[in-house]
């Protein structure tokens, strides 16, 4: 039976630097989840004002304020 020798190659990463792709894919990421999060905050004040609106007239009606 023969011997077979196990060789683990260790590669640091810290010697390579990132590149441009790297860089672009990153910053596209970074965009994305602003203008996601920038949208949600859109959609939600999109609702929440109507819904506040006929909420404090609702309030109104009933507090018997009909002016």
Do not use: C, H
């Not at 020798?5 to 590669?11: D, E, Q, T, W």
């Not at 860089?23 to 506040?52: G, H, Y």
Request: glycine letters at 4%.
């Amino acid at each position: 039976m023969t011997s077979v020798g196990l060789n683990l190659l260790y590669s640091d990463s810290s010697s390579y630097p990132i590149s441009g792709i790297q860089i672009a894919l990153l910053a596209a990421i970074v965009f994305l989840l602003l203008l996601i999060s920038l949208s949600l905050w859109v959609l939600t004040r999109s609702v929440s004002r109507p819904l506040n609106l006929i909420s404090r007239s609702v309030e109104a009606i009933t507090a018997g304020d009909f002016e």
